[in-house]
Every structure is written in C-alpha cells, then in structure tokens.
C-alpha cells in the first residue's frame, strides 16, 4: 500500500517535469487606454489601406484572415480587449515585412507568404505581431517618449511604412519618433513578442520552432541592410535559442493536421503577376489617384453576355459584392475591376464595373460625388455630365447616381458611364463605376443595378 503510493506521486512529478513551465510575460506599463490604442490604429490602418496595394485576390486573403483568426481564438482570458478589432490583411508587395498597429490591424506583405517555407513560419510571423498588440508595445513605447499627442501619430507611422524606411523618418525630427515607435521595438519588447507569439502559436495548435525557422530564414534573405521586418524588430540576441527553448515548455494541444492551404496559396502566388517592391509603390505614389486595375494583361474583343449567374467576391475587409460569373476580378492599387474578357486592356475597361474607395477630404455627398466627377472629368476629356445625379440605394444605403456619356479611349465609340456613389461610415467616399459601350448599354444597366444591390460594406 505504501509502497504504491510513493512510487505512483514520483511518476506523477516526473511527467510534470519535462513541460517545465511556459515564461510569465507582464505587458509593460502604458499611459494610453486601450480605447485610444485602437483609435490609433485605425487612423494608421485607415492610411495605409489607402497608400499600399492590398490584394484583394479572396484565395490569398481568406487563407491570411484564417490563419490570424485562428491565433485571435487562443487569445490568452488576461490579454483580451474586447474593445480591439482584430484584422489581417494581405498587401501585394514583395518585400518580406508585416507590421500591425494598436488595436489589433495586422498586414502582411505577399512576400512573407513568399519566403515562408511552411504554414507554421507564416503564422509565426502573425503570432508575433500580434503578440505586439496584445502586450500593448506601440502606445507602451511612445509612453516612455514621455509624449502625449493624438495628432499626427497616424501620419508618422505611414510615413514609416511607405517610405520603408523608419530610420529616416526618425531622424526627421522627434515628433516623427512616436508615430514610428508603433513599428519599431526595442529588444526587451522583442524579445516579449517571440515568448508571447511562441504561446500563442502552441496554444493555437502549432509548433514554435517555426517561428524560429522563419527568423532564421528573414535572416538570410536580406540584401544588404537586411529586411525591413528585422529593423523594425531587432533580433534581441540568441533569438533560435530561447524561442526553442520555450518551445520546449509549451504543449501543442492540437496539432493543426491540414496545411495543405498553404501549398495551395503558394502555387496560386506564382502564378500571379510578380508584387512590385515597396519602393516602387511608393515612387508610384498609390493612392492618391484612382488608378484602374492592372487590365494590361486583357485585350479588346468580342464580350459575351453578362452571364445570369453571378460570383460573389470579398474584397480586402472592405466589402463582398456579387458579379457575373464570366467577368474576371481584376484588382488594383485602390480599386478593384470586374470585367468580361474581351473587355478590358491598357489600365481600360469597356464593359463592367470599378468599384473603389476615395479617402479625401470628407464631404456630404452630393460634393463629394461632383467633386468625383470633376477629377474623372479632368482626366477623361471626352466625359460629359448626361442629367444631374439622382437618389439612388448603394450598398443598402443612401446613394447616388449619376449618368455620363464618355468617348472609350480604347475603342473611340461613345460609351455610357453610370457613376454610383455612397459614404463610408467613416465619410469617406465609396464609388463603383460601371462602363459599357452605348449599344449594349441596355443589356448591362440591369445588370450594373443588380451588382450595386448586391454589396455589403463592412464598415
Ligand atoms: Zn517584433
């Protein structure tokens, strides 16, 4: 009996001590409320959705928005903040980089997708970078600034972002520094968000180790000033070491068995049009202009009819929308096309329907929309005004439309324009142009109606 008792206490402590025990993290000290956490980030995401290329390619995106829900799910009881909203999207540039921002928006750059070797590195990257926003680094860093300042925050931190290079922006002057202390971490926050984001992932059913793969391999891709991810997030010293240590300590509870969406995403990747760099973007200056679609690849010639059954499409958080199902998406910089083949060549489009967001300056919207047609005039020289805009439902909300008469400068036929236009939540503009050829344009403006009907912002 005794005997018994003793032997089964000693097996029962053996078995506790090869876990040993995960490592305590204590979020830093923070002079910011959670609530202005998140209305930072938003200004800062709000920005950046406007200046880089999201992709809006809904096999990419959706398998991201997967990945960073599973890690929201496993969110440590201590660490949630009901007031953050948590998002991951996906920006169509080749340079290896992610960034979030307070409050839980998260972008990661097609070219991490890229370098990662396996699902477990992606979602390393992710379960560090939220790991960020969960222990609060952002505000917690421009706490210790000692600054205090809502305004101009966002700004910095874009300029940080789009420019790809925060140094720079830092040593413009110390305003500068907090908008960048959002994305920039000093070693002890470092070394923080691996021990965090290794938790995360095991508690979310991966092994840590590939974190610690996917910093080795950020590592060796670097040119030479090396990533920006690792200037952003400096490795704190013997960063495989310790990550594996506490991989140690962690129980993958439930192995997540099928990650064959990864290869699925990487062969669709390849297949695709190669991302610019961010420095391209940037010289490009996306954003602040519409730009269409890259329809380059398209060439003009006989359309089909507007199939009656229609594809519905998720585009960048932002909203879905149904099209017909033989018009092809064809995402772009701020904008997003759907068009027929035939339809589409040279950043133009004959037949169907842009639909964008113009975040300007905030108007009611019947001067947000002629200001609209203004600059579409400017830029379009054979557009004319048909009647003055009417009321209109857009996305179930109150809308405009507008009907124009342009000359196609793909085809030099005199082509109808129905311009539709609503507000964001935010007040910003949200627009869908829908284009056909005056011959047809009594087939498609059923059509260009029932697509209007069929969105649904998300905002
Ligand atoms: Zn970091």
Redesign the pocket.
């Known amino acids: 009996m005794r005997n018994g008792l003793v032997t089964s206490a000693l097996i029962a402590a053996l078995a506790l001590v090869p876990l040993g025990a995960q490592t305590r993290i204590t979020p830093p000290s923070n002079k910011y409320t959670p609530a202005q956490d998140v209305e930072l980030g938003m200004q800062a995401a709000a920005e950046a959705r406007q200046q880089l290329p999201l992709m809006r390619d809904d096999a990419v995106t959706s398998y991201i928005e997967r990945l960073g829900k599973r890690l929201e799910g496993v969110i440590p009881p201590n660490l949630q903040q009901p007031a953050f909203k948590y998002s991951f999207e996906t920006v169509n540039v080749r340079d290896i980089n992610a960034f979030a921002l307070p409050g839980g928006p998260m972008f990661v750059n097609r070219g991490m997708i890229e370098a990662a070797n396996s699902e477990g590195e992606v979602v390393g990257v992710m379960a560090?970078?939220l790991s960020?926003v969960l222990l609060r680094h952002g505000t917690a860093q421009a706490s210790k600034a000692g600054k205090y300042q809502m305004g101009q925050i966002a700004g910095a931190v874009l300029g940080a972002i789009i420019g790809g290079t925060v140094g720079q922006v830092v040593a413009q002057g110390t305003q500068f520094g907090l908008g960048a202390s959002f994305l920039r971490?000093g070693r002890e926050?470092?070394r923080q968000?691996d021990i965090m984001g290794a938790q995360l992932m095991a508690r979310a059913g991966y092994d840590a180790r590939d974190m610690a793969a996917m910093f080795r391999t950020i590592e060796k891709q670097g040119g030479p000033s090396g990533p920006e991810w690792l200037s952003?997030?400096p490795n704190p010293g013997n960063r495989s070491a310790y990550i594996e240590k506490e991989a140690q300590a962690l129980r993958v509870s439930n192995p997540v068995s099928d990650r064959s969406g990864f290869d699925r995403v990487k062969s669709h990747l390849r297949s695709l049009p190669k991302a610019p760099s961010s420095e391209e973007v940037a010289k490009a200056g996306a954003g602040n202009r519409p730009q269409p679609g890259p329809t380059a690849n398209g060439r003009l010639g006989p359309v089909e009819p507007p199939s009656s059954r229609t594809r519905e499409y998720s585009e960048g958080n932002i909203f879905r929308i149904s099209v017909p199902s033989n018009w092809r998406e064809l995402p772009g910089s701020n904008a997003v096309t759907f068009a027929p083949e035939g339809g589409y060549a040279q950043e133009q489009f004959t037949h169907g329907v842009q639909v964008g967001i113009l975040r300007n300056e905030r108007h009611e919207l019947d001067v947000a929309t002629a200001d609209f047609i203004r600059s579409m005039a400017s830029s379009n020289r054979g557009l004319t005004q048909r009647s003055q805009s009417m009321p209109t439902v857009v996305a179930g909300r109150r809308g405009l439309q507008t009907l124009m008469s342009n000359v196609s400068e793909a085809t030099r036929t005199a082509e109808s324009v129905l311009l539709f236009t609503t507000r964001m939540r935010d007040g910003t503009l949200f627009y869908v142009i829908s284009v056909a050829p005056d011959a047809d344009f009594r087939t498609y403006e059923p059509v260009f109606q029932q697509v209007v009907r069929s969105i649904k912002l998300n905002d």
């Open positions: 560090h970078e960020h971490f926050y470092e968000a952003d997030h």
